[in-house]
């Protein structure tokens, strides 16, 4: 990705890449980034006699994107460690921001699209991820697996998870399943499900995701994903600290 090759770029490890795709997975999409969108990391590194070794924990990351600063804090509180923005929210979210790495959007949610293999007009209530035959395809949260086959109107191979009482999600046009999958499986956000293909009514390669609430299609891009626990009201003295800590240290980077 570009983030990976900017870090190359500047003799950073490129691992830091990895790092901040899960710090922001919830919040960013890293197949979506826009020209001059901007990072800025505190992170320990370790070293053996003066030889790096590695990467450490992230301290603290902004992330400026779309010329808004996302800010992440590293925050340990009952034993757990997670990342939070300026307000104490959790970056994490109920669902991730896209279910795969994709090299592009190749068709947007609509309710007239012109079908590009039966050539009439009919409602597009997905999302097209253009990218290799063979991806990996993420689930982008928790559920069970409630229907798991081919579908002959046009989906091909395709997984359906109903995440909660409200939230259903959809994964088409799927080259093959993960092993072991099968209906009634319980899921966790990040796990793999499948892998990108063709199959069904498909000119090339992509996913064809879609996100339903109540029964009705929404569109995946504008889901607004409710966060996850925020800092503890006991927890926040320590939490502000933190914050007044790193806060002008990274405001202070160029």
């Known amino acids: 990705s570009s983030l990976w090759n900017s870090l ?10 990895n790092e901040l795709s899960e710090i922001y997975a919830w919040t960013i999409d890293f197949f979506g980034l826009q020209e001059g969108d901007s990072y800025k990391a505190i992170y320990d590194t370790y070293f053996v006699d003066d030889v790096y070794t590695g990467l450490g924990k992230v301290k603290v990351a902004s992330f400026n994107h779309g010329n808004k600063d996302l800010y992440a804090f590293y925050f340990e509180q009952n034993g757990k460690g ?14 991730l921001k896209a279910p795969l790495r994709y090299s592009r959007i190749s068709s947007g ?16 209530h997905g999302v097209d991820y253009a990218a290799p035959t063979g991806t990996p395809v993420y689930t982008v949260g928790d559920g069970i697996v409630m229907q798991k ?13 109903k995440h909660n009482g409200t939230y259903t999600t959809v994964y088409m046009h799927l080259n093959g399943f993960a092993k072991g999958i ?16 063709s199959t069904g009514l498909a000119t090339g390669p992509h996913l064809d995701f879609r996100f339903y609430r109540n029964g009705s299609a929404i569109n995946p ?34």
Do not use: C, M, W
Request: hydrophobic share 35%; proline share 8%.
């Open 109 to 124: 949610f609509s309710n007239s699209r012109l079908h590009p293999v039966l050539k009439i007009r009919r409602p597009h």
């Open 149 to 161: 086959g081919y579908q002959k109107s046009g989906g091909g191979n395709y997984i359906k998870i």
């Open 82 to 95: 997670d990342y939070f923005d300026l307000e104490g929210n959790s970056l994490q979210r109920t669902f």
């Open 8 to 17: 190359v770029d500047a003799d950073a490890d490129p691992n830091l890449a």
């Open 221 to 254: 891009l504008k889901v607004e994903s409710p966060p996850s626990k925020p800092v503890d009201e006991a927890s926040r003295p320590a939490f502000d600290s933190i914050v007044s800590q790193y806060l002008p240290l990274i405001q202070a980077i160029n």
């Open 182 to 197: 099968k209906v009634g499986q319980h899921v966790k956000q990040g796990d793999l499900i499948g892998y990108v293909g």
